[in-house]
């Protein structure tokens, strides 16, 4: 019997291969929230319409990644995401593998786990004023915003 909240990776049915290129910088960032933002049509006729069985590896296709769904528009298979990489390169490109097409599947979003203790707050602002800002962090600040915005 699979245990239907955290899914095996063999009943994961469909993998996306990530590739996040190597930058100019002085150091390796450990625990880097990396924005994925994709548009893939696959996710429309194999994903959860939830985005519940979307899930992240590491290079090594079994770790699991800590990440945080900011949206996901299941018509049109676009998916934003925020994925937690230990350890995020400065010399070489890097690999990191999407799962997805696991129905049936709990939530796979560990939120906190992408924003480490150094985070204390983060918001995503979409919605206009008068809108519930939620913090994806462990810290919970969460604000009613005010105002539009510029």
Not at 22 to 41: E, H, K, M, Q, R
Not at 56 to 77: A, P, Q, V, W
Not at 122 to 143: E, L
């Amino acid at each position: 019997m699979v245990n239907k909240s955290t899914p095996s990776l063999t009943r994961c049915v469909a993998k996306l291969c990530l590739s996040i290129c190597g930058w100019t910088c002085f150091s390796i960032l450990a625990d880097f929230p990396a924005l994925i933002n994709i548009t893939i049509s696959n996710l429309t006729t194999f994903a959860e319409p939830s985005g519940n069985d979307i899930l992240f590896t590491d290079s090594d296709g079994t770790t699991k990644l800590d990440h945080e769904i900011e949206n996901f528009t299941y018509s049109i298979g676009t998916l934003v995401a925020w994925v937690r990489i230990p350890n995020l390169y400065n010399t070489t490109n890097q690999t990191i593998y999407m799962y997805y097409n696991a129905s049936g599947v709990a939530n796979q979003q560990n939120r906190t786990g992408v924003w480490n203790a150094s985070w204390l707050a983060v918001w995503h602002m979409h919605a206009g004023a008068g809108t519930r800002s939620n913090d994806s962090t462990r810290y919970n600040n969460n604000g009613t915003r005010v105002g539009t915005g510029g």
